[in-house]
């Protein structure tokens, strides 16, 4: 059965800045029976930040934007224990995103815009998140929030994952997915988001994964790349690693200097053993792009 949520739209003045006046512009409250939220969030252009918050509404989001600037789309229903929420945020008056990224290919003269929306969520919410961003920036900070599953795909925009004050996932991280097409994406202190499964994949852009620290669990990191690059930040070597690299003649590869061959398309560090736990396991395939790992610096 079908119900739906409570979305409220706002346009209360909360702050004066630089670019107007900053207002809440949706809250979705908090119902007893919403255990779970999925939310499918995407952002054709601007720039977009998600942070977590103690308020217990499932969603707030502000911005210095009027209602009437810009358009967007919203749908949201509860099935059995499960909220799912939909949101649509384009600003009026944008070329399209294909057209978009034909300027920043071929060069442009545009100025960034300053418009932004600020999205928080609660950190007493258990979320399932599907971030979809077309161009501009997005920076999310998942610190101390409940994420079972995480899917970011980026267009032409420039996307960085943090846990800015170190409070890691309450929950295990089912898959952590992230895709970029021609933009970029950094994702730092991954352990922190105490993932299952890495997913990465990578068509024309760049994108650095942070595996910096230790794992709590064993990692395993399943990327593609085609014409783009991908940089991996290695732990130290007391973590085991493993990686299987299927690559073309066309591709690039450039291993750290812990990673030595035991097989065909294979490599480890001096740590690994087929018995070793909270290992780091990467299975890679590139066919024009590069891939790179690092060692930690001391």
Not at 228 to 250: A, R
Not at 275 to 296: H, N, P, T, W
Request: glycine fraction near 8%; proline fraction near 2%; aromatic fraction near 8%.
């Amino acid at each position: 059965m079908c119900r739906q949520i409570i979305l409220t739209l706002l346009g209360c003045s909360l702050a004066v800045g630089v670019s107007g006046q900053i207002k809440k512009q949706f809250s979705v409250e908090k119902s007893k029976e919403c255990e779970r939220v999925d939310l499918n969030l995407s952002a054709k252009t601007g720039n977009c930040f998600i942070r977590p918050s103690q308020n217990e509404d499932i969603l707030n989001i502000y911005s210095n934007q009027d209602l009437d600037e810009y358009a967007h789309t919203f749908n949201n229903e509860v099935t059995g224990t499960t909220c799912s929420v939909h949101l649509s945020l384009e600003q009026d008056g944008q070329r399209g995103v294909s057209q978009k990224i034909s300027y920043r290919v071929f060069g442009s003269e545009e100025r960034p815009t300053d418009k932004f929306w600020k999205v928080y969520l609660s950190e007493a919410t258990t979320y399932s998140l599907n971030l979809d961003y077309g161009l501009g920036n997005a920076n999310i900070d998942l610190s101390g929030l409940s994420v079972d599953k995480l899917k970011i795909n980026t267009g032409s925009a420039d996307v960085n994952i943090s846990y800015s004050t170190g409070v890691e996932n309450k929950i295990d991280m089912d898959t952590f997915f992230v895709k970029v097409d021609m933009g970029s994406l950094h994702a730092r202190e991954i352990n922190l988001a105490r993932p299952k499964v890495v997913v990465a994949e990578v068509g024309f852009g760049n994108m650095f994964l942070d595996f910096s620290n230790k794992p709590a669990r064993s990692n395993h990191v399943i990327g593609s790349v085609g014409a783009g690059n991908l940089v991996i930040q290695l732990p130290t070597e007391d973590v085991p690693v493993l990686v299987t690299i299927n690559e073309s003649w066309l591709c690039s590869i450039n291993l750290s200097r812990s990673l030595k061959k035991i097989g065909p398309n294979r490599f480890a560090n001096a740590s690994y053993t087929k018995d070793s736990e909270k290992a780091l396991v990467f299975d890679l395939d590139v066919s024009m792009g590069k891939i790179v790992f690092r060692e930690k610096s001391h």
